[in-house]
Structures are given as C-alpha cells and as structure tokens.
C-alpha cells in the first residue's frame, strides 16, 4: 500500500522556519520524483519544490526561490522541506507528490497544514 505522510507543519512566524517531512512507504522511493505543493484558500494548488530522481537535481517556484530548500534521503525513503524566511503568503496546506520516472505513476499525500502569522 502506497503511503505519503506528511509532518511538521504547523505555525511559523513571518521570518521564521519550519521543515516538512514527507514519509514515503509501498513503492520504489529511488525511482520516484518528489515534489512538494501547496493550496491556499481560493487558489489553485501550486509547485513548490521538486527533486528528481536519480540525480537529485531540484527545482523551484518562482515564489519559494531562495527561501526554500528541498532534499531527500534514501535510505530514509523521505522528502524534506526547509522553508527559512517565512512570509505570510506562504500559509497554505502543503501536499507531498511522487511521481515515477519509470511509469508515470503519481500518488499525493494527504496535506499539512502550514500558517504562518505574527
């Protein structure tokens, strides 16, 4: 069975940090690229951050640039988020994707929640 559970949201302060985990089970974790998104209220889900596999190369949006750091240890079979230098707009439930780079096989996680206010 196929799994991705999130941890560590919660709330953050403006310039402030919080790291993400994303826990993965049920499925090949090296062959899989692993991206991180977020939904705001009234708004459409968004690409955060994604790292592929098998090289590791990482990519941004334009939003998180500079602020955002994504990684993920194999061994560990787990994605992480460091989000320094928060800002207000980054108050969003933040979702967990895999997707293979064998099958296009393409699975979510069910969110968490991160705020961040003063």
């Known amino acids: 069975q196929v799994q991705l559970v999130e941890s560590g949201g919660g709330l953050g302060q403006p310039g402030g940090s919080l790291r993400l985990s994303c826990a993965a089970s049920g499925f090949t974790f090296s062959v899989y690229h692993m991206s991180w998104y977020r939904q705001a209220p009234g708004k459409e889900r968004e690409m955060v951050a994604r790292?592929?596999?098998?090289?590791?190369?990482?990519d941004y949006g334009d939003s998180v640039k500079g602020r955002f750091t994504i990684s993920r240890d194999s061994a560990k079979s787990t994605v992480f988020l460091q989000m320094n230098s928060l800002k207000l707009e980054d108050t969003a439930v933040y979702y967990c994707?895999?997707?293979?780079?064998?099958?296009?096989?393409?699975?979510w996680g069910q969110g968490t929640q991160v705020t961040v206010s003063s």
């Open positions: 994707n895999a997707v293979s780079r064998w099958s296009g096989a393409n699975y």
């Open positions: 790292i592929f596999s098998p090289h590791g190369v990482t």
